[in-house]
């Protein structure tokens, strides 16, 4: 069963940091893309970033360009998010998803990361 | 706002065939695959529809998407008071290098 649980979200204060991590099982994990996707309260989804499965092929957001950086460690089956400069606007449930041709098959539960003093 | 248009609800009655149309350009829908996601109240999104029209394994064929140029529709048919959620298209966008979500749509099952 494919599972992604993802772990480090929590409260930061504008222009801190943070770093998100996706860990996965059963599949093999170095063999898909992986994408960050998340929800501002009462928004909709916003695609962040992805990741081809061998760490290349990375492509962001604009609104978080810059500021952001995805990486994946195969070894440890883990998708990792930085996240600097943070604004108000990047509160919100973060998800990870794996991408099967195109389409994200299987999402995680989140992890709230809320940006405030 | 969203790069691809959605109307923000929907309704229909119980057995009811309900549309969602999804708007957006030739750096989108018009040129890559469109996707349909459907969020449960409470739940982690799901993929609904993949390729324009094809339902992954476990879907029912009630859900069905379709796309024109660049337009995208998701219908439900025989209506459940279960498809009540947020449904999202989304696609590739070739100007931005990036995927897009749309606004998304509540529906809701009277």
């Known amino acids: 069963e494919v599972q992604l649980v993802e772990s480090g979200g929590g409260l930061v204060n504008p222009g801190g940091s943070l770093r998100l991590s996706c860990a996965a099982s059963g599949f093999t994990f170095s063999g898909y893309s992986m994408n960050w996707v998340r929800q501002a309260p009462g928004k909709g989804l916003e695609w962040v970033s992805s990741i081809g499965g061998r760490g290349t092929s990375i492509y962001y957001a604009d609104s978080v360009k810059g500021r952001f950086t995805i990486s994946r460690d195969n070894a440890k089956n883990s998708l990792y998010l930085q996240m600097n400069s943070l604004k108000a606007e990047d509160t919100a449930v973060y998800y990870c998803?794996?991408?099967?041709?195109?389409?994200?098959?299987?999402w995680g539960q989140g992890t709230l990361v809320t940006v405030s003093s | 706002q969203s790069v691809l248009t959605q109307p923000p609800s929907a309704s229909g009655t119980p057995g009811q065939r309900v549309t969602i149309s999804c708007s957006g350009s030739?750096?989108?829908?018009?040129?890559?695959?469109v996707f349909w996601y459907q969020r449960l109240p409470g739940a982690a999104p799901k993929l609904l529809i993949h390729?324009?029209?094809q339902r992954p394994s476990g879907v029912p064929d009630r859900f069905s998407g379709s796309k024109s140029g660049t337009s995208a529709s998701l219908a439900i048919s025989g209506l459940r008071s279960e498809d009540e959620a947020d449904y999202y298209c989304a696609a590739w966008d070739d100007s931005l290098s990036g995927r897009i979500f749309g606004g998304g749509t509540k529906l809701t099952v009277l």
């Open positions: 998803a794996r991408e099967v041709e195109e389409g994200f098959d299987s």
């Open positions: 030739s750096s989108n829908i018009g040129s890559n695959y």
């Open positions: 390729r324009n029209n």
